[in-house]
């Protein structure tokens, strides 16, 4: 059973990943590398048809760094992500929005939740209902500029 009271962040919004056979990201790359305390958000995954060894391999990387399997498997991103809604109705997890990076994309800064929630609080949410970045930086170069941090 799932318990709600876990599963609720102090944000707004949950992080959403729909993986896909590279689950080793999380743990060489994604988690390895943030400033931003994943602790503090709730994260929940999407298996998007991964080899069942691979999904394996998944379930226990995701068990150990607390990110929430969701059961049903999608093969489309908007699929994924109707996946990923149904989960957080079914268990009545009160967030307004997703955020949906890629596996490469690492949350440099220590307070890159608080930066993201206070974006989000700012959005007409009855005008906007999607919001999107692309932006390139190489890790080394990325950490220089927000040394201050």
């Not at 060489?28 to 391999?57: H, Q, W």
């Not at 969701?70 to 908007?78: C, L, R, T």
Request: aromatic share 10%; net charge negative.
């Amino acid at each position: 059973m799932i318990d709600n009271n876990e599963l609720k962040r102090k944000y707004d919004f949950c992080v959403v990943y729909l993986t896909k056979d590279y689950y080793p990201m999380f743990e060489g790359c994604i988690y390895k590398f943030t400033r931003a305390n994943f602790k503090d958000v709730l994260v929940i995954n999407v298996d998007m048809g991964s080899l069942p060894e691979n999904l394996g391999e998944g379930v226990k990387i995701c068990n150990r760094l607390d990110i929430k399997m969701v059961d049903k498997k999608a093969i489309s991103y908007q699929e994924g992500l109707k996946v990923a809604d149904d989960y957080l109705s079914k268990n009545k997890i009160d967030v307004n929005w997703m955020m949906c990076p890629q596996h490469d994309v690492i949350p440099l800064r220590r307070s890159f939740w608080d930066d993201s929630q206070e974006i989000i609080d700012s959005i007409d949410s009855e005008k906007v209902g999607m919001v999107g970045a692309n932006c390139f930086m190489k890790y080394s170069k990325a950490l220089k500029g927000i040394e201050v941090d």
